[in-house]
């Protein structure tokens, strides 16, 4: 008999709730039947779910696009699951050849070292690490002998791992693909095996990846664990992924004021996907706010406030958000300079051409960039639009270089 059909008229309730709240927002489940099945168990025998999450430290910055499943780990463990976040310390010296037209380069166990250090202090930010179990898969990885992997290898086919568009568009390109590539999402289900994983989480772009969990826990035998996959989000642009890489992210350790200013940057059309896959809102509020969104009750500009405000208030708390509003109201909505702002001592040439100028103060990475910022019409000198990428200007003490709505430096001049 299913654990469904076994639970009180209280458990089922239970079920609902977490049913309804843990699968919302997600893509697709695989397969989505056992799910419930899951939980309902979870709930009979008073046993937490295992929830894994592997991280493969490539990269140190985390942005509002990984809040997608970290919000979803967070809602895990406020009904009381076991989040297993796996820093793939060993698999990350292959690399994830998702989406990549070549192989990775070979992180360093220093690289390893420093990004996972950072990778958990930002996701602090968003879920409890101090209820989480951190794993290293070198742990067990490094041990598995030769005749360990031929027998995980005789399970897979070539054919099958071609069926990836990485390796199938490699392989039609008559580009390289090399053999221990093959073993990245073999390595990743062997985890799953290793921690006897119940529910695995990955973004729509890991589905080849996290599905192997499925198929390496049948070879030992074991109940298999559902997938959950979650969507991507745009980035501020509102075409590509978020990402460092393309310039349009929101870094979470970025400042309240610059999280705020982003994310009035977002386009309309992606505020409820913003609202429901990314802030801290209930699902309830969501649907009001998408509600009043369509119905012209709320104007889309105080939706992104709001949006802006529950950012910060995650990131950061509660007061941050209201003073970050306040920096937004004033330096974007009335045009104000702001009272505080970063102080930099210029003792250069008092006469200075503005692209050295706005080059060498490192607000814009290139000389092309602030000639473009320039013609933009986004540079001004004491809140004067500078319009000639040839100008010259005299600096002097308490001078304000503003470079776009959000980047501010008072000059000293000693």
């Known amino acids: 008999m299913k654990y469904v059909d076994q639970l009180t008229k209280q458990q089922q309730e239970e079920l609902q709730k977490q049913y309804e709240v843990l699968s919302y927002g997600v893509d697709s489940i695989v397969p989505e039947d056992k799910f419930k099945e899951k939980i309902a168990k979870s709930i009979k025998e008073q046993q937490p779910l295992k929830v894994k999450l592997g991280l493969d430290p490539t990269a140190p910055d985390v942005h509002i696009g990984h809040t997608v499943v970290l ?14 976040l796996i820093i793939g310390d060993f698999t990350g ?4 050849p998702t989406g990549k037209a070549a192989a990775r380069k070979a992180l360093t166990d220093e690289d390893v070292r420093h990004n996972a250090k950072t990778y958990a202090e930002q996701f602090g930010k968003v879920i409890d690490m101090d209820a989480v179990e951190l794993h290293y898969n070198s742990r067990w990885l490094s041990k598995v002998n030769f005749s360990e992997v031929l027998q995980l290898a005789s399970q897979v086919t070539v054919a099958r791992m071609l069926e990836r568009n990485d390796f199938h568009t490699r392989y039609q390109m008559n580009k390289p693909i090399y053999l221990h590539e093959f073993f990245y999402p073999v390595m990743q289900g062997y985890d799953s095996h290793v921690l006897e994983s119940d529910i695995e989480l990955g ?7 996290v599905l192997f969990g499925r198929q390496i826990q049948e070879q030992f035998n ?5 997938v959950l996959l979650l969507p991507l989000i745009e980035g501020l642009d509102g075409k590509e992924k978020m990402s460092k890489s393309k310039n349009n992210y929101i870094g979470i350790d970025e400042s309240p004021n610059d999280i705020f200013g982003k994310t009035m940057s977002i386009p309309d059309e992606l505020i409820v996907k913003y609202f429901e896959l990314t802030s801290n809102l209930s699902i309830e509020e969501v649907a009001q706010i998408k509600t009043q969104l369509t119905d012209g009750a709320l104007h889309p500009i105080e939706a992104k406030i709001r949006l802006a405000c529950s950012f910060v208030e995650m990131l950061y708390d509660k007061e941050e958000a209201k003073k970050s509003q306040a920096h937004f109201a004033n330096v974007f909505q009335k045009n104000k300079i702001p009272d505080d702002m970063p102080e930099v001592v210029w003792n250069q040439d008092l006469r200075v051409g503005i692209v050295d100028l706005i080059k060498e103060l490192g607000l814009l990475p290139s000389k092309s960039e602030v000639r473009r910022m320039v013609k933009n019409g986004g540079i001004r000198i004491n809140q004067e639009k500078i319009t000639d990428p040839f100008t010259t200007v005299d600096v002097v003490d308490g001078m304000i270089v503003q470079v776009g709505k959000r980047k501010f430096v008072r000059l000293r001049v000693k």
């Open 222 to 226: 074991q109940e298999k664990q559902v």
């Open 93 to 96: 010296k292959i690399g994830d």
């Open 203 to 209: 973004g729509t772009d890991q589905e080849f990846n």
């Open 71 to 84: 919000n979803k780990l967070k809602q895990f463990q406020q009904f009381g699951h076991t989040i297993q």
